[in-house]
């Protein structure tokens, strides 16, 4: 169930997991500096950076599942504006003036300056030398348990962003606190390093701050908030990331051992079980550690994606007001996933008129089963929420944390079997290189068009020695290029030329040219191969 928070005066609809109530606040002349006065302001002022996670989300695929082998451009023959804007990505020709890089930039930061403020009033300082999150003294009457959980919720939320941003364009802008447009102007990008300092920092502080509730126990109203094993998953992640594994199996095994989270094993078969993950009858279900959450029903708050990513030019008769046809399922992904894998339909559905095939995914659709009757939504305005940190991710990271042995392919099949999937058998996987193309398999198709693989691949680039993102991409234009690629026509590429698109500088987006352009106070570089 959900909350809907007005507060007109402030300009937002602030959202987050609760009862489905409506508040009415007729306050006017607030700002920032008198409205934050007591617990109950500061949780609607939180509620609106929950809420804020939902614009980054509009062109995140752009920069993850559409630069990946999971996905390609829907479109291929077009050359409208937006269709060529999505090319560049999908074919890494874009430039630093991409405008949906600028709006996944501005999204961003946009929603770190609402968790700033939130923070500043709950007396939460960083300290970039000593790389230290601190409680300070305040005057706003809140308890202490409050204070903290507040807080950690708000570190996770600019974790989360920091995170993203930090992997999808190297060292960026460290604004931990709130600034004033002329201070903005006297600070140069960070190193990555120090962005992983802050990262790290947020989520210890959140892991030892917020309720480490079961799933079981926690109240009806508490459910789609940030807990402390949402912070701990992404904390382990963050440790993957930077190869830091043996901490990281810590705090798996504190997750999988004593969080009350579950894979959805039920109703009925394999199939809808896994689509039961996505159903918006069976939200914040015990798989979900941490979703970003959507409400239909003509609010504004309702989830594009269905209407996204279902097929072009079929009307109603799969999505109501028809579907873009964007975030394409590649052949690849289709023929990776066996017919016998109860994720093949969720991934890849496919709609057959005549000699025609249009393949999509179904995973934001209110109900994914592909038995189940027509969408109950209206278009642009599905109930599906995005989900972040899933418990499958809990144990697939653990698995890659331990590496290539027994209690890793156990950890892999126990996925695998929810899906229907044929267990691994431990004798055929004789080497590393045949265990981390498992597990990376593996991964891609448990977690496709969840926004998982770019970074996934990035990933396996710095802590695993046989998947890379350039060789993978590589191999991906070479399959796709003969039935797809070749009918871009701007830019039209031949296959080596494509391939030639794809350098471990152009892993990286382009820091977006505004910032360089509007500062005229420094010289902010930019990402090399730009």
């Not at 062109?59 to 599942?65: A, D, Q, S, V």
């Not at 559409?66 to 996905?71: C, G, T, V």
């Not at 009350?260 to 199939?271: E, K, Q």
């Not at 991964?443 to 680039?461: H, K």
Request: glycine content about 6%; overall charge neutral; proline content about 5%.
């Amino acid at each position: 169930m959900k909350r809907i928070l007005y507060i007109p005066v402030l300009a937002a609809m602030l959202f987050a997991g609760c009862k489905k109530t409506i508040d009415l606040y007729p306050q006017s002349n607030l700002n920032t500096g008198t409205f934050y006065s007591n617990v109950t302001e500061i949780r609607a002022g939180l509620t609106g950076c929950y809420n804020g996670l939902r614009a980054p989300l509009e062109t995140e695929w752009m920069m993850t599942e559409l630069r990946s082998d999971n996905a390609k451009q829907g479109v291929p023959g077009s050359s409208s504006a937006s269709n060529r804007e999505l090319n560049e990505l999908d074919m890494f020709y874009l430039n630093s003036l991409h405008p949906r890089v600028y709006d996944y930039w501005l999204a961003s930061y946009n929603n770190i300056r609402n968790v700033n403020i939130i923070l500043q009033k709950l007396g939460v300082s960083y300290d970039p030398a000593t790389g230290v999150t601190s409680f300070q003294t305040i005057d706003v009457p809140v308890s202490d348990a409050d204070r903290k959980q507040l807080a950690g919720e708000a570190l996770f939320i600019r974790a989360h962003h920091y995170f993203n941003l930090v992997r999808l364009f190297g060292g960026v802008f460290l604004v931990h606190t709130t600034i004033t447009a002329d201070v903005a102007k006297t600070m140069n990008r960070a190193s990555a390093e120090d962005i992983y300092k802050l990262v790290q920092a947020d989520l210890k502080t959140a892991t030892e701050s917020m309720n480490t509730l079961r799933y079981n126990q926690l109240p009806a109203t508490e459910l789609g908030k940030v807990t402390g094993w949402a912070a701990k998953t992404l904390l382990a992640k963050v440790y993957l990331t930077l190869n830091k594994k043996a901490d990281a199996i810590t705090l798996l095994n504190d997750v999988r051992t004593n969080s009350g989270h579950a894979l959805v094993t039920a109703p009925g078969s394999a199939g809808s079980a896994y689509a039961n993950i996505f159903s918006a009858g069976n939200e914040v279900n015990s798989e979900i550690i941490f979703t970003i959450r959507y409400k239909a029903g003509g609010l504004g708050l309702g989830a594009p994606f269905a209407n996204r990513f279902g097929p072009l030019n079929t009307l109603a008769t799969i999505v109501p007001g028809d579907g873009q046809g964007l975030n394409y399922p590649t052949a690849d992904l289709d023929s990776s996933i066996r017919t016998n894998d109860a994720r093949k339909n969720i991934d890849v559905a496919r709609l057959v008129s005549g000699a025609s095939t249009k393949s999509y995914t179904r995973k934001y659709f209110p109900n994914p089963n592909p038995t189940s009757n027509p969408q109950s939504m209206t278009s642009n305005d599905s109930e599906s929420d995005w989900p972040v940190l899933r418990y499958a991710d809990v144990l697939l990271m653990l698995a890659e944390a331990q590496g290539n042995s027994q209690a890793s392919i156990d950890l892999i099949n126990t996925v695998r079997t929810r899906a229907g999937a044929t267990p691994i058998n431990n004798a055929g996987i004789t080497s590393v290189k045949l265990f981390e193309d498992t597990l990376s398999a593996e991964r891609r198709i448990e977690f496709a068009f969840e926004n998982q693989r770019w970074f996934d691949l990035l990933r396996f680039n710095t802590t695993m020695t046989t998947v890379t993102a350039e060789g993978t991409m590589k191999e991906h234009f070479a399959r796709e290029y003969p039935v797809h690629y070749v009918e871009y026509p701007l830019p039209r590429l031949t296959l080596p030329e494509l391939q030639n698109q794809v350098t471990r500088e152009r892993l990286l987006l382009p820091i977006p040219q505004r910032e360089i352009d509007t500062n005229t106070s420094l010289r902010i570089t930019q990402n090399p191969g730009y």
